[in-house]
């Protein structure tokens, strides 16, 4: 049962450094399957317009602003893999992904394969890379105005383990690896302001 009531079948449960992960899958609508941090839905598989939509958004404003050469994106935060693997229907991106969390990695790959393209058995080839580490340390330890894009895709600053990422001081550091012209998305409720 879900915070919310509802009937799911657990398929995934395990322990992190960051709270327990879950995958579920709502009983009520067979497709549909949940990503958990310590009770709180981060996915539901049905209802990801929203994550696809910002790479989609990022990805054509990048495109417009470098119509040739390889397009070197940053996704901070992989939950389902969905965001990351969106990118990837761009054949010039070299994505590397960030996340914190190496249990939500661990379900990404066995749970969310269909929906995420099979992301992470593409690892280490040359189009993508899988770093679990925070998202601040990846772009500290990049060379200045390297990426073309960066994507945060987590959840909200009032998580402690994500807070940083929405620091001034992460935006001034954002900006310093970023080419000119580069693009920054961030996922955001509808309703936090």
């Known amino acids: 049962i879900t915070p919310y009531g509802e009937k799911t079948e657990l398929f995934f ?8 992960i879950r995958v579920t899958k709502d009983l009520a609508y067979s497709r549909s399957k949940r990503l958990w941090i310590n009770m709180r839905e981060m996915l539901d598989s049905e209802y990801s317009f929203s ?28 939950g389902g893999g969905l965001t990351a693997s969106e990118t990837l229907n761009n054949p010039r991106v070299k994505l590397t992904v960030s996340e914190i969390n190496p249990v939500i990695v661990e379900a990404a790959k066995k749970h ?4 995420n393209d099979n992301l992470l058995e593409r690892e280490n080839r040359h189009k993508v890379k899988i770093k679990v580490e925070n998202g601040l340390d990846t772009l500290r330890k990049s060379r200045d105005h390297y990426w073309h ?13 994500s807070s940083g990422l929405y620091t001034k001081k992460a935006f001034e550091l954002m900006e310093k690896k970023i080419v000119p012209g580069g693009v920054v998305g961030v996922w955001a409720h509808s309703s936090n302001d």
Request: charged content about 30%; cysteine-free; glycine content about 6%.
């Open 112 to 115: 969310f394969k269909k929906e």
């Open 51 to 78: 994550e696809k939509q910002l790479a989609i958004l990022a990805m054509r404003q990048a495109e417009e602003n470098f119509p040739s050469g390889e397009i070197r994106v940053l996704n901070i935060g992989l």
């Open 13 to 20: 449960e395990k322990e992190s450094p960051y709270g327990t």
């Open 149 to 161: 894009a960066i994507i945060v895709d987590i959840e909200e600053p009032t998580i402690i383990y």
